[in-house]
DNA sequence: AAAATCAATGTAAACGTTTACATTTTATAA
DNA sequence: TTATAAAATGTAAACGTTTACATTGATTTT
């Protein structure tokens, strides 16, 4: 390359990086080999040099998720705006999976990453932020050396059982995961607080659990249908349960939202594709995005970061009075 | 590092990649220096020196289809199991980032690309394909430089349409998109020669035009009711088409399957998931994504390789009878 | 006209690997 | 013993960049 314009490899890196001075003449004659032989810079060479890639990675478990990938797009533009790239990297659940992609990243193929979700432990995420920028968005571990952007997921359930309460429900059922993710953590204490607050009792018998699924939850409602407990409404922490569990009642003949109410989680396409439409709590999955990316700037720019708490919303569909 | 174990560097290449012989001493006094020392070997170095990284790109448009997130976790699984990592890139339908993904891969980051869609034109895909190991997965254009993994969609259509006819129906609408991909001009042939073969005549005025998606479908299907068409049937390039067309119907009183059946494409998640559950034509995503990958790993390698047509599959469910 | 300044470009080291080849050490054979 | 072979390890070049520094040549100042 640097031969074809007749130059050395230097103004070449010159030319093409618009650093340093050159004449008029030189800058043309390398332009137009660049264009002759349609010369890229090599990643790697460059990389090596600058010890940088402009690249972040997004890390979760599962690209199925709509939500998710309703987060990474935002992620992805404002990344674009800030001359970075983003590259998704799905483990699957696969801790293996897990490891590599995070090798890849401790390995200098990317400045930066953006975690969804993962099954690292306090003490993996947290000697993961000394080796490399790490931000946690949505789910994530309290560590003092990671930052996260997420919602309150507590209030988020409290207000969410909240809706269903002040229309007349007292048997709510709580349609959870057996996890310890923070955001079903934080949705079962809004939930029992809601009740709490207004003088329902607590009855462990309305908690079933789920794994997030819809296929899941029509065969798991379906049995919890089965042992005869009485409920008037339920609140599931995904709007694909919500969904599996309706598609139930609809094939006993349970109408909702007469006999039962319910509200979902996420506001996800299948909470306004379904029949009815699925009442939702929804995330500010742009903000989400938005504010992670800046958070991982901010570590990459050695500058200041921030825990932050965005706010939810309820969207009121036709499941709900 | 090297200093570390008190050897030199080519002594820890060689341990690290067991190749070359050395003592059982040495080898030991370096593993516990990397051990110690956290070592993981820098990626660009070694990519720089051999250029390659056992890292494929995945490129597609959208990570919302839940269909094509299916074919990448099965391209994912094989690569894993041939020593090759997989990592994903959403264009989001922007010229610019298909471009520097590309050139991400141009560049040495990548030793391959599957291609699932592209807004690539046929010279653009047939000069990259001499750049870079390429195979096109599902959607494809046809050059002589690039092979595809697909199903064939004007028999995948041919059936869909075919059970239709043989279940009475004779007024069928075609609800398809305005683009040029294989798969819509396919389908579209498909449609028209199973009219066709049973002496049922094309009418222009029952093929409509969507753009894949749910919310689109109800506002499209619902103008097209609005012109009072007479029809029976409706045979969509997309579930969420079919999903959004049934539920206009439904608001209006109009039966499935008795005063309308719907057959929709690709057996996503809404197809089973809405009510009631829509007939579908099944692509095989883990045949796909399989020969997908091994078409690309035969590029690699400098074997031959070979277009290939897997064998589609009608689900029957409850929108048709 | 000599000295000083400045613009344009080249030189070479560095980044962290891999690997052909050279060298050293150790074991074996004469 | 010494010569030879084999094993273990080191040396140095190469991959493609970037960049501090050096060099060249032209222009300006004295």
Redesign the interface.
């Known amino acids: 390359m640097a031969k074809e314009a007749g130059v050395s490899v230097a103004t070449v890196s010159r030319v093409i990086n618009k650093k340093g001075v050159c004449s008029k003449d030189t800058e043309q004659a390398v332009l137009s080999a660049v264009e002759k032989l349609g010369y ?6 460059k ?2 040099r600058r010890s940088e890639t402009k ?1 972040i990675m997004v890390l979760l478990s ?3 998720n ?1 939500f998710c ?2 987060v ?2 935002s992620i ?1 533009r404002i990344a ?1 705006m800030h001359g970075y ?1 983003t ?4 483990t ?1 659940g696969i801790k293996e ?1 897990e490891e ?2 995070i ?2 990243a ?4 990317f400045d930066g990453i953006i975690i969804l979700n993962s099954s690292l432990s306090k003490a993996e995420m947290s000697s993961l932020s000394k080796t490399i920028p790490v931000v946690q968005c949505n789910e994530y571990i309290d560590t003092k050396d990671t930052p996260y952007v997420s919602i309150d997921n507590t209030k988020a359930a409290y207000d969410a059982v909240s809706l269903l309460i002040s229309n007349g429900r007292r048997r709510i059922v709580f349609y959870t995961a057996d996890n310890n993710l923070v955001s079903t953590k934080g949705r079962f204490d809004g939930y029992k607080s809601a009740l709490d607050d207004n003088g329902i009792p607590f009855d462990e018998k309305l908690v079933i659990y789920g794994n997030y699924g ?1 296929r899941n939850a029509v065969t798991g409602f379906s049995d919890f249908l089965d042992q005869g407990i009485e409920f008037d409404s339920i609140f599931a922490i995904s709007d ?1 349960m919500a ?2 569990a309706m ?1 139930v009642l ?1 094939e006993r003949g349970i109408r909702v939202p007469e006999d039962v109410e319910i509200v979902g989680f996420d506001n996800t ?2 909470s ?4 009815p439409k699925i009442t939702t709590v929804a995330q500010p999955h742009h903000d989400l995005g938005e504010n992670a990316f800046c958070q991982l700037e901010n570590i990459i720019s050695g500058r200041h970061t921030a825990n932050v708490i965005l706010s939810h919303r309820i969207v009121r569909r036709d499941s709900t009075k």
């Open positions: 890229k810079p090599n990643l790697f060479g990389a090596l690249i599962s690209l199925a709509t990938s309703s990474i797009r992805d674009g790239y590259m998704v990297c799905a699957e999976k590599y992609y090798n890849f401790t390995n200098g193929l819809y694909r969904a599996g598609s609809g396409d299948i306004y594709t379904s029949t």
